[in-house]
């Protein structure tokens, strides 16, 4: 089966609103093997909306809509529906009562904006949405299956698993092939030295194909296997992760898409460790990531962001005269930040971070994306030297990305030599 | 002038990464009033890349693509552009060079793989990349532009400022009328609610066009205004801004495109005034969004993330019998360390949040979602509550936002009683 993503929405195509809907709908559909052949923004025009909609399921097994099924005047791809399937809208009276239930728990009266949306074309299936007042709508005709929900993100992902993607599973026959998909997430390795590391490509992948996907929190390996059954399949699979294995494992912190957050959290768990952070230039950014994730109370004790100097000396105890001779930025005072966090915590682990982030900050020996990370435990405090880019937001995530990896790096004995 | 934006890449396609390019892309073409009518994502396929040229090229003026230039074998944007244009590749000793510079900067030697980036479309005009290897390509034919950037987002913004934003502008001519748009963005008030507040849209538009965007920061008005010039666009514009504030302007941070931190970082510094925060719930992302912004250091002094009630009782001394009797998720508790972080860390304002973003950690009378936030200044000591949504992430986003509305109304002295 193959599918095409139309989203719909001016706020997409002017760049106001990114498109993460269509990328949890690439990545759902990718999931149970659908075939995401291309995706498109268009604009809330009612005859771009038609054309569009026509060419897509001429070409394609399955087309999902979002957007513009919401409750104000701007939100046309109800009518464009109605329109190219020559059906009419009838009122929905389940729907009805989900929008009153649903406003009613919200201490609300139903509008007569909100009793409009109860209104669905005749020929369609409704998807209920528990989260939200615009149902979903489900139309097969001619073996081809057409779908649109509201553009939400929230509510389009729980109708997305709570009927879409069931209802896809159900008519997905088998195929003679079996695609296997498998992301390694690398960090601390530039894109050309990974590649050049991998040596051969044949060799390593044997048919297989893999794509380099280089971000600021570093780049990913992407293997793609295709094979006539899920076991061979599997086995292939199994024997280049291997030989990228032993070609670059040390970068290599996991096989799923997850954040290095999650990992860090699952090794701090598992080792039963405690960890607490002093932060500077990245302000409250890594305690945020850490934090990010549900559990985090069991192994993130506190946080502090000391972002003046004061702060540094009253809370960490740093040494005013150490921050006089080398600056706020440098080796020697993000050790004694990380003592600092470390025994005012009561933490197994003290982690510091200080840096110039840009735009401005810099001096002489001093420039823009000059990070110094630290690491105390109950025995040995270490601090390492780093140097990123110009850009201030990116600096943040890099320098946040490079002391979880250290964190990472500590727990599992990786050295930084190589 | 009108454009399609083609993104290139599986990557986007099954939802790996967000298409950020595109709407980067969307929005630089928009400043400079160029009607971007759709945009595109296809897979690494030659057979789907041309096809997708032809037709994009025949219905547009404009064709920008981004990805698959870069130095590995999957990429193949650029093999599939000397085959649509029926040219050949060329070495280029300047693009060479300046990547023998970047390298070195780097401390690195040129490679294989980065010599053969040299090598681009005879017929193309170079736009040159000073962040990275791969070269941009741009094509004039038949009054037509096609041009053809890296996927990197950092190298892509660099070559369309530099290079393909002013060469578009000396390419458009002068149309006769003048599109005006703008975005007024609020917080604390939902989509519907807004909607019926505004009233008789016929009578506040006077033939505009209005579009609510909403998020978990809020809904965001998109009016579009199109006149014969742009005095009359600018009058009709200042009317209906003048309409829409007499109904709904408490809710209205900006009417500009910048994140509501931006904004409480200029009242701030107006005012001269310094802020301290002490966060729980948000674990750090309120003091990440306050020093995102390049500046900060001037008016926020530092932050604490008090995860666990030890490190609210040592650091902002938080009463431990008023923990125990009305739990860290209370009013009580989100005044006191307010107080805390405004005593120790001498600001002018404390601003303070403890809450449940779940999934886990509700209570009988305190469900998920449940947050309080507390602001003290030298006078007053207030605490407020909010009752957020289910999903861990986006409470956190809603709790921040909200506790960055409550320093904006706190200074601006916008109550919340209608």
């Known amino acids: 089966m193959n599918a095409h993503i139309i989203t719909i ?139 649109a929900m509201p553009g939400v993100p929230f509510e389009m992902h729980q109708m997305m698993n709570a009927f879409v993607i069931p209802k ?72 280049i992760l291997q030989r990228i294995r032993s070609k670059s494992g040390r970068y290599i912190y996991s096989d799923k898409e997850e954040s290095l957050e999650e990992v860090v959290g699952r090794l701090l768990i598992e080792r039963g460790l405690i960890i607490s952070i002093a932060e500077s230039c990245t302000g409250g950014y890594i305690s945020n990531l850490l934090t990010n994730i549900s559990g985090s109370s069991a192994y993130f004790e506190r946080g502090v962001v000391t972002y003046s100097n004061a702060s540094k000396i009253e809370i960490l105890k740093v040494d005013e005269d150490v921050i006089e001779k080398n600056g706020a930025v440098s080796l020697e005072v993000a050790r004694q930040m990380a003592e600092g966090i470390k025994s005012i915590s009561g933490s197994d682990i003290g982690l510091s971070i200080t840096g110039i982030m840009g735009p401005t900050g810099a001096g002489i020996d001093k420039p823009i994306g000059l990070v110094y990370i630290g690491l105390c435990d109950d025995k040995v405090c270490t601090a390492k030297k780093f140097n990123f880019g110009d850009l201030r937001l990116r600096n943040k995530q890099r320098a946040a990305q490079a002391a979880l990896e250290m964190i990472r790096r500590y727990i599992l004995g990786i050295s930084y030599d190589e």
Chains 1, 2 share one sequence.
Not at 174 to 198: C, V
Request: proline share 2%; glycine share 8%.
């Open 9 to 147: 929405g001016d706020e997409i195509l002017i760049g106001q609103t990114l498109n993460s809907n269509a990328a949890f709908i690439g990545e759902e559909l990718t999931k149970i093997q659908i075939d995401v052949r291309k995706s498109s923004v268009i604009s809330d025009n009612e005859e771009e909306i038609l054309k569009e909609f026509k060419r897509c399921l001429n070409e394609n097994d399955l087309v999902i809509v979002t957007g513009g099924l919401g409750p104000t005047h701007d939100d046309i791809t109800r009518t464009c529906i109605v329109k190219f399937f020559h059906t009419e809208l009838v009122n929905n009276y389940e729907v009805l009562e989900d929008i009153k239930n649903l406003l009613n728990k919200r201490g609300k009266k139903i509008t007569k904006t909100n009793e409009g949306q109860a209104l669905v074309p005749k020929n369609a299936v409704v998807i209920r949405n528990s989260l939200g007042t615009a149902p979903g709508i489900w139309i097969e005709k001619e073996n081809k299956i057409f779908t």
């Open 168 to 239: 896809l599973k159900e008519k997905l026959i088998n195929s003679d092939y079996y695609i296997k998909m498998l992301t390694l997430q690398t960090t601390g390795i530039g894109e050309s030295d990974l590649f050049e590391k991998l040596g051969n490509l044949d060799e390593l992948l044997n048919g297989a194909k893999l794509a380099f996907l280089p971000s600021q929190f570093g780049v990913k390996l992407r293997i793609t296997v295709k094979e006539g059954n899920e076991e061979s399949a599997n086995n292939k699979m199994s024997e």
